[in-house]
């Protein structure tokens, strides 16, 4: 079977670190890997990317096509992407930008890169800005310093705290550009509906993994060196249902927050945050202290060496 230009790209650049010939000689390229919104499968693609600041840019121009590429399609469905950029890979979360957002960020994009322009000149559809944040708390450059596990639950704890506030934000920020909007008759002006739909799709994601890694795996492991934890187990499992099903609702009520109730919106996320809130500060007292002496990443087992081959005349008689 042929190799695909895509696959012939990708393994260039994963075999010289990060670097591609063709056309994409001294461009700015990463791979961008997205999980299908139907398949579930992962897909790699890829791409030229702009900086800005301390984000990276993706324009969705499929080459000026009338339809948006398919991975955009999947971040929407599945925010959380990976990323390799150079020889490194992380996790992102893919946001895309709205309103004057959009037009300022797709401006500084065409001044990098002119060729957006033209995608753009080609088609009627509006060439969506997607910003990759990344899904980590530490930078894009500089990695935290993790040493043990407590270290790595505190860091997964300040992401999703962080996570909550900023949904928060991006909310008030969406109902004061809606108050703003007073044309009567006509539609709410351009929010920030998609970026904290994604936002919360996202950590609603990071969420499930941490509490189902913890019920599954952290939990059971640390019962069987203290067995007199059992009800604070217990506890922490049934505040994962409750966490679970408040963001269940949130997602329910994020699906429409052009046309949500303020008031509303804002009972259900405080409420939300106030659970977390409690139930990391809960896990933190009682679990913490136990991870500290546990390294991080897991150290790997030794394997067991084998017997040296014996030789000389035991051998001989051995084989005999």
Known sequence: MPTSFNESVIKEFRANGGKAGGPFEGGNLLLLTTTGARSGAERTTPLGYVRHGDTLLLVA?????????????????????????????????AVPAEGARRDELFAHAVRAEPGYGDYQ???????????????????????????????????????????????????????????????PGEPPGPGLGLQIRQRCLAFCQALEFHHTSEDAHLFPGIARYHPDLGDVFDRLREEHRTVARIQSELVELLAGIT????????????????????HLDYEEATILPLLTGVPWPP????????????????????GT
């Open 61 to 93: 121009s499929n080459l000026g096509a009338p339809a948006h590429p398919a991975w955009y399609h999947n971040l929407l469905a599945r925010p959380v992407v990976r990323v390799e950029l150079g020889t490194r890979t992380f996790e992102a979360l």
């Open 121 to 183: 000149e080609r088609t009627s559809r509006v060439l969506p800005v997607v910003v990759l944040e990344r899904a980590e708390p530490d930078g894009w450059e500089q990695p935290a310093d993790v040493r043990t596990l407590a270290d790595k639950l505190m860091e997964v704890h300040t992401w999703l705290r962080a996570q909550v506030r900023q949904v928060s934000a991006e909310a008030e920020a969406h109902f004061a550009l809606r108050a703003a909007h007073r044309g």
């Open 259 to 278: 046309i949500a109730e303020p008031r509303r919106f804002r009972v259900e996320l405080e409420k939300m945050s106030a659970q977390l809130n409690a």
């Open 299 to 318: 150290v790997p087992p030794v394997p067991p060496q084998a017997p040296p081959e014996r030789t000389g005349p035991d051998k001989g008689m051995m």
